[in-house]
């Protein structure tokens, strides 16, 4: 069995976990909700949807 140190496997585990959440958020942002198609990666809708969603926060400040 192998001795690994354990900063290795934190770094390694935490390395993982961001990834999987820059995937997570590139999947939300990308996505489209127009009935036309777009691109297979979803570039031009990334700029309306970071717009929604602060559109969306700054609504939520304004009724608190």
């Known amino acids: ?3 690994i140190p ?5 770094i390694t585990s935490a390395s993982c976990f961001f990834i999987g959440l820059l995937g997570l958020s590139y999947g939300i942002l990308s996505s489209g909700w127009e009935t036309q198609a777009g691109s297979i ?3 031009e809708n990334i700029k309306p949807n970071i717009q929604r969603v602060k559109e969306a926060f700054s609504s939520l400040n304004k009724k608190n």
Do not use: C, N, S, V
């Not at 354990?6 to 934190?10: G, H, I």
């Open 41 to 43: 990666l979803g570039f």
């Open 1 to 3: 069995i192998l001795d």
């Open 6 to 10: 354990p900063a290795l496997t934190l």
